[in-house]
């Protein structure tokens, strides 16, 4: 709307503020959000800036007007109402919320009215070609509309204006600023101060050149920006104090442009320049500059919204400061970005260590840069301390230096040092740290003193009154006791920095921030998940925290947290560059560049506003809440108009009637919900916003929504509907009963025959049932006959044996006798040696027939049958039984390979678990052609299983077939009938377990069966029952 702004004025503007800001600036800077043309906005040529009630941000371009709530910007135009081209617009927000704007074309001056999303045309007091001043007002509490031209202020009330006219007004004079509150009214002309109240005006302050004013109603202060004075008028006291006179701001040549706003103790103020900010406490100043907006801007206007950040508007586009309580430093005016290092000398000036050099800030605020040679490699400056009233730093790479008025030394040492990392001067001497070693200077060299134990990296050097501690990667060592506190891992243990804090260490580490208890790291009540390199306190003892993510403030209402979404330059502190400066700012180091804080100017964690914004159904927006049953699929949208930090921005809802649990969404653009399907009765949609971690809003509900049940559900229509089906059921009732009369004795003979039929039937089926089980059993005996046939040629070899062994044994024994009976009287001395022979062969028959036992123990348990009760038997006892009669079948061709874990009794049927082994472990034989393995394991599964796992190195089956094993008759050999896997399930399930088998062509096969420790249910009782 200024598209026809005087191009010589712009240029003037610009380079005013060029000079201006060469003087003040000195390369500080802001961190900002920008916004231009290509986010949305209507134009960068921004001339007025304003937020209305639900926190939306209004801008005027010289192309139009736009909006912008966070996350979206819409430009708002009605060009039957408000026309485009407009100049010297201006916007402000009255009581009731509504917006009006004023501005002129070529037909004149026009006034608007915004309000319920509506534009509407005011009609203007006096002479409409007369151009008009709109009050400010402060906060929206403007009870008024009120305009300014020549010698009267028109007030707007009850769609009527009231002239008010300004006496003693000579021809020169000229209103320039008006502020409202209330029914108060401030004018400020370029001769005096007035106040207007109750439609009466009084002279406050013959003052000339007033610019703009501004209101302090807490205080009852008018603060009064004069072209060479910034000061302020007591209303209670009736006298003006001045607070900054002289070369104030930029007052070469006529001033164009100005703005006066308050935001805390500070005050900004422009004109012909960049936005300032004076801090009367400190009296110093310093531009609001960012990135983009460094030397050449103008301010053309600003504001402070209502989460505390400054938003200013330019003639190249708008950016909001996110943190006027930060300044930055970068490598717009540094030697580079990083800041590794800093010290605060006595006379206030900084010195800041880099990668790559040094930066030294006067306390006039002149920069200069030493850069350190660039053939060195790794130069950083780890550290910089005064020592003696000297300079001193440290290199990564070329050990410590001294600077002077003559520019950087270098110490002339014989040690060579490699990965200085710190400083630290004590008791009038000077010590330095590398990697794992501890010098001292003395005689004008470094004399070592202590190295660490494995070398490991010392970070800092703490030494107090009453700690001389190493910080180190791998623990704290104590140099006054040479013990080293280490903690439970390797992150507490590996510490950055230290602090004596409330009559305890805390130690910076890598997981955050511990102390040192009974010789050991352990935690603290400061919670912090992230590395921390850095603490202090302050001056009210609250503690610092720089880290890895930002720097967190403890105090006493809770922590804060600065970062790079609210202002911080960079998110990485660096541990010697983390201190307060001798005014009480924070000096933060970051791998960004430098951020100075204002701790005195902190606030909290804004709360946001929330606002539902429509109700939709069935994807179509509402305004009724009486919903039929048809029209139950909702969705809510919402919004909250945060400029914070919009990143960080959540949500909680939930819908009463459906829920009382909140649902949470931690994406500020997922900005609606729905509910699908919901059954008749009462809603009332509830949502909350909140920033980070911070205070949830107040709660944004909707009306009450009543979806009203379908027709079939109301009482009358069931009623009617129960008379109406009561009604046709009698009279089909008695038609059917007609019917039936009339079928029922050809029915019943009907019936008789098919009954007939059936009995025949059935005791053909009962035949067919008994023939199944028959055969059955009998497949099953045949399976166990197959067995018992693999299971004779083994026992037949393994008897074979002892029956040798008795009946050579029994031979021997009758010879030796009838020999014994020959020389018994011949030699005595033989007796003896026929008798230790005879003892010898009796033991080997004896040995023999427990072999023999042995087998036939075995095969009498494989086919014990009678057995009709569980026991507790012993697993590793049946699973030897089974190998000792398959042993013919396993040979020394099979390696039997045992995994007993250590298991309790299971409660069992003996027989059928033998035969389940036997079964499993001749499959497992027969898959194996030649030689291989065979591995049997069980183990304790839980408290009430065990598991077997029998696995082999045979052929193995496709895994298309794995479905199939336990299929009656399935088999993959020609000799196999394929019942010994089906027995096995059947027995496996009998006993409540579980079986499977997985096998691979060419790797082997594996089954893996799970059996209860206990029984739960024993049929065998049921019958004494």
């Known amino acids: 709307m200024t598209?026809?702004?005087?191009?010589?004025?712009?240029?003037?503007?610009?380079?005013?503020?060029?000079?201006?800001?060469?003087?003040?600036?000195?390369?500080?800077?802001?961190?900002?959000?920008?916004?231009?043309?290509?986010?949305?906005?209507?134009?960068?040529?921004v001339t007025k800036i304003v937020q209305i009630p639900n926190g939306e941000i209004w801008i005027a371009t010289q192309d139009g007007i736009s909006k912008f709530d966070g996350l979206?910007?819409?430009?708002?135009?009605?060009?039957?109402?408000?026309?485009?081209?407009?100049?010297?617009?201006?916007?402000?927000?009255?009581?009731?919320?509504?917006?009006?704007?004023?501005?002129?074309?070529?037909e004149g001056p026009h006034l608007f009215k915004y309000k319920n999303d509506q534009w509407s045309s005011l009609p203007l007091p006096g002479n409409d070609k007369l151009s008009y001043l709109l009050a400010k007002g402060i906060n929206f509490r403007s009870t008024n509309l009120i305009l300014g031209s020549q010698d009267k202020i028109y007030r707007y009330h009850e769609e009527q204006w009231i002239e008010i006219v300004l006496?003693?007004?000579?021809?020169?004079?000229?209103?320039k600023d008006l502020v409202s509150w209330g029914v108060k009214t401030l004018i400020a002309t370029n001769k005096r101060l007035l106040l207007v109240e109750n439609n009466q005006f009084k002279p406050l302050l013959k003052q000339n050149?007033?610019?703009?004013?501004?209101?302090?109603?807490?205080q009852d202060r008018c603060y009064l920006l004069l072209e060479s004075e910034l000061a302020y008028y007591d209303l209670k006291k009736g006298e003006m104090v001045s607070l900054l006179k002289g070369d104030i701001g930029n007052t070469y040549g006529h001033i164009h442009q100005s703005n006066l706003l308050l935001k805390g103790q500070k005050i900004y103020y422009s004109m012909n320049s960049p936005l300032i900010q004076y801090n009367p406490q400190t009296n110093t100043s310093r531009a609001i500059t960012s990135d983009y907006y460094n030397l050449d801007h103008t301010c053309m206007d600003a504001i402070v919204d209502n989460e505390g950040s400054i938003w200013v508007a330019t003639l190249r586009g708008a950016f909001r400061v996110k943190n006027s309580s930060i300044y930055n430093y970068n490598d717009e005016s540094l030697v580079e970005n990083e800041v590794s290092s800093i010290l605060q000398d006595s006379d206030g000036t900084l010195y800041l260590g880099a990668n790559i050099g040094l930066s030294v800030i006067h306390p006039n605020g002149k920069i200069r840069k030493y850069p350190l040679s660039s053939g060195l490699e790794?130069?950083?400056?780890?550290?910089?301390?005064?020592?003696?009233?000297?300079?001193?730093?440290?290199?990564?790479?070329?050990?410590?230096?001294?600077?002077?008025?003559?520019?950087?030394?270098?110490?002339?040492?014989?040690?060579?040092?490699?990965?200085?990392?710190?400083?630290?001067?004590?008791?009038?001497?000077?010590?330095?740290?590398?990697?794992?070693?501890?010098?001292?200077?003395?005689?004008?060299?470094?004399?070592?003193?202590?190295?660490?134990?494995?070398?490991?990296?010392?970070?800092?050097?703490?030494?107090?009154?009453?700690?001389?501690?190493?910080?180190?990667?791998?623990?704290?060592?104590?140099?006054?006791?040479?013990?080293?506190?280490?903690?439970?891992?390797?992150?507490?243990?590996?510490?950055?920095?230290?602090?004596?804090?409330?009559?305890?260490?805390?130690l910076g580490t890598a997981s955050g921030i511990y102390t040192i208890q009974n010789e050991k790291i352990v935690p603290t009540e400061y919670k912090i998940h992230a590395p921390v390199y850095a603490l202090t306190s302050d001056q009210n003892n609250e503690l610092w925290v720089g880290t890895g993510s930002g720097v967190w403030h403890f105090r006493d209402e809770g922590s804060y947290h600065y970062y790079k979404g609210n202002g911080l330059i960079g998110n990485e502190v660096n541990r010697n560059a983390f201190q307060f400066s001798k005014n009480g700012s924070l000096l933060v180091g970051t791998d960004e560049g430098i951020s100075i804080i204002d701790t005195s100017d902190e606030t909290s964690i804004p709360i946001p506003n929330i606002e539902i914004?429509?109700?939709?159904?069935?994807?179509?927006?509402?305004?009724?809440?009486?919903?039929?049953?048809?029209t139950n699929n909702l969705r809510f949208h919402f919004r909250s108009t945060s400029y914070y930090d919009i990143e960080s921005l959540n949500y909680r809802f939930r819908l009463i009637g459906l829920s009382e649990e909140w649902e949470y969404i931690n994406f500020a653009e997922q900005n609606s919900t729905y509910y699908p399907n919901l059954d008749p009765g009462e809603y009332v949609f509830e949502v909350q916003a909140r920033i980070d971690d911070g205070t949830w809003s107040n709660s944004a509900k909707s009306d009450k929504l009543t979806i009203h049940a379908a027709f079939y559900e109301a009482v009358w229509f069931r009623i009617l509907f129960v008379i109406l089906i009561i009604s046709g059921l009698v009279a089909f009732y008695r038609y059917r009963s007609n019917v039936l009369t009339e079928q029922k004795e050809e029915l019943e003979e009907r019936v008789l025959e098919k009954t007939r039929e059936l009995e025949k039937r059935n005791k053909e089926l009962i035949k067919t049932i008994d023939d199944l089980k028959a055969a059955q059993g009998q497949l099953i005996q045949s399976e166990k006959l197959a067995s018992m046939g693999h299971l004779t040629s083994g026992i037949a070899h393994e008897l074979n044996n002892p029956l040798n062994y008795i009946r050579g044994g029994a031979e021997c024994i009758i010879r030796n006798l009838d020999e014994l009976s020959e020389i018994l009287n011949e030699r005595g001395n033989d007796v003896r040696t026929i008798m230790d022979e005879s003892r010898m062969l009796a033991e080997s028959i004896f040995d023999g027939a427990t072999k023999s036992t042995s087998i036939v123990k075995s095969l009498g348990s494989f086919t014990a049958d009678s057995q009709n009760f569980y026991s507790f038997t012993d697993l590793q006892k049946e699973v030897e039984t089974s190998l000792t009669l398959l042993g013919n079948e396993i040979g020394f061709r099979i390696v039997i390979n045992r995994m007993f874990g250590n298991i309790p009794p299971i409660e069992c049927y003996p027989a059928k678990i033998n035969q389940m082994m036997v079964n499993i472990l001749l499959n497992a034989i027969q898959a194996i052609t030649e030689s291989g393995e065979i591995t049997i394991r069980y183990y304790r599964k839980d408290d009430q299983n065990i598991a077997i796992e029998i696995s082999d190195d045979g052929e193995g089956i496709a895994s298309d077939l794995h479905e199939k094993v336990f299929e009656p008759f399935f088999t993959t050999k020609d000799s196999n009938p394929g019942l010994g896997l089906t027995i096995a399930k059947s027995i496996v399930q009998e006993h409540n377990g579980t079986i499977s088998f997985i096998s691979k062509p060419g790797v082997g096969s594996k089954v893996k069966i799970s059996l209860p420790v206990s029984q739960t249910y024993h049929p065998e009782l049921e019958g004494s029952e």
């Open 3 to 45: 598209r026809n702004i005087n191009e010589k004025i712009y240029r003037f503007l610009l380079s005013a503020a060029i000079l201006f800001i060469a003087v003040l600036g000195h390369g500080q800077s802001f961190v900002a959000s920008i916004y231009k043309d290509k986010k949305g906005m209507a134009s960068n040529r």
């Open 72 to 106: 979206y910007w819409t430009t708002k135009a009605d060009s039957s109402i408000v026309p485009m081209g407009l100049s010297g617009v201006q916007m402000e927000v009255i009581s009731d919320s509504s917006l009006i704007m004023t501005g002129s074309n070529s």
């Open 167 to 175: 006496s003693d007004f000579d021809k020169n004079e000229q209103i």
């Open 209 to 218: 050149n007033i610019l703009n004013i501004t209101i302090d109603d807490t």
């Open 378 to 506: 790794r130069m950083r400056v780890m550290d910089i301390i005064k020592h003696q009233g000297e300079i001193y730093f440290t290199t990564y790479t070329r050990g410590v230096r001294k600077f002077t008025n003559k520019g950087i030394l270098e110490l002339d040492s014989q040690v060579q040092m490699e990965g200085a990392s710190d400083l630290c001067s004590f008791m009038d001497t000077l010590y330095c740290s590398d990697y794992g070693n501890l010098y001292k200077w003395v005689n004008s060299d470094w004399q070592l003193i202590t190295t660490t134990p494995n070398n490991s990296t010392i970070r800092k050097i703490f030494f107090t009154e009453n700690y001389r501690l190493l910080l180190t990667e791998n623990g704290v060592r104590d140099l006054t006791t040479n013990k080293v506190y280490t903690g439970s891992d390797i992150y507490m243990s590996n510490v950055y920095t230290a602090l004596e804090y409330n009559n305890q260490i805390l």
């Open 613 to 630: 914004t429509s109700i939709e159904v069935n994807q179509k927006e509402i305004d009724d809440y009486n919903l039929s049953y048809q």
